[in-house]
């Protein structure tokens, strides 16, 4: 059977044999995506060492790049994201240009556009219902990965506090607070997924499925990041203020918050109570406070690309209460400061249009698989710009790999409605 024969209701209960057999049918160029994302948040070359022989990543993402050529249907997908991530690398190689310190931003410049490369990767061969499911899928599991053992060791912690939080695996995720962020992200896809799946899987799958926005959200918990915490707040808000009032649901989000409130460890209480006063958001306001003076001192290229640093260490050390400065713990400061406003506009631009062209996708026009998903991306967006109003991770995965999510979810909505 050819992967055109497999629709994407076969997909639908979840059954081993049949997802693999349809992987096996794919193309080179979509075999060779998925293995990337899978060693790029699974990162079983940082678990298993003996592994780490070779850069997976890289490579699975030069086979990709090959596969797609290969492809004799090949075509250019376009999206109103595209113009965007275009505009937004030309203001990052104008800011290197104009940089106060150019070392520094062309020693950095592979942390944009590797981002630009796998983005349009991704768009270019994530393009039918089969492969976004399937794709979505790898991104679950490698995050359900993550969240269940981590809400097991929480767990196993006597869900206390400790001041590192919890650690994910080498690489994007070790710190809490990135990892917390991913988790932020994940949990309404999962969520999406379980809830969607719902009527085509056994009980004892669906509940497996649901594990995912739960142990999600306990690792949010216990990572001790106020942002993450903050933003997983204002997302459950966005997602069932609808259904608020009923008097279920009520009762069901009274219970969490109960729940949520009563797991959470008191120093992570404190940490919230001492908001504002304690050294670090001292530090962190006088971050921001100072960054913006640098989009207004250069409002056309900023201090330069990953300049914010190094320019603030010479002329703010004064405003420094530690022994080096550090990003500036916001990623619209974070953009601005250092590509200045017209890289800031570009960037909330390419937040705006995801936006957009998730409004413009019909319920009516998408495959009932994915009739959760317009509101979860929209939520998933929604707490990484809240939670990263208080952490520098622009050129982390997060926004990057969700951006080319919604621009697959829109250009699949978009043919099945033609």
Partial sequence: MSNQQYTIEDLYSLELKVWWAYFKSESLAFKMICFYLFVEYVRPQSIITWLDFLPWAKLFLLGSLIGVFMEKDRKWVSSPINKWMILFF???LWSTLNAHYPEFSYKNLANFYTWLVIYFLIINIVTTPQRLLFFLAIFCIASFKLSFSLAITWAKRGFSFASWGLSGPPGFFQNSGELAIQMVVFWPIGLAIALSLKPYVPVWKYRVLMLMPITASMVILGASSRGAQLAM???FFLRFFKQIFKVKVLVGIIVVVVAGWHFLPEEQKMRFAESGSDKTSQQRLLYWE???????DFPLTGVGYFNFRHYYEDYYSED???SSAQLPHNIFVQVGADLGYIGLFIY????????SALSKIGKDTVPSIFGELSIAFKISLIGFVVAGQFVSVVYYPFMWVQLAFISCYFNITEGVSK
Avoid at 290 to 296: C, E, L, R
């Fill in 90 to 92: 030309l203001s990052v």
């Fill in 233 to 235: 707040v204002v997302q």
């Fill in 290 to 296: 100072n960054g913006y003076q640098m989009m207004n």
């Fill in 320 to 322: 420094m209460l530690y």
């Fill in 348 to 355: 909330l631009m390419l937040i705006f249009s995801a936006f």
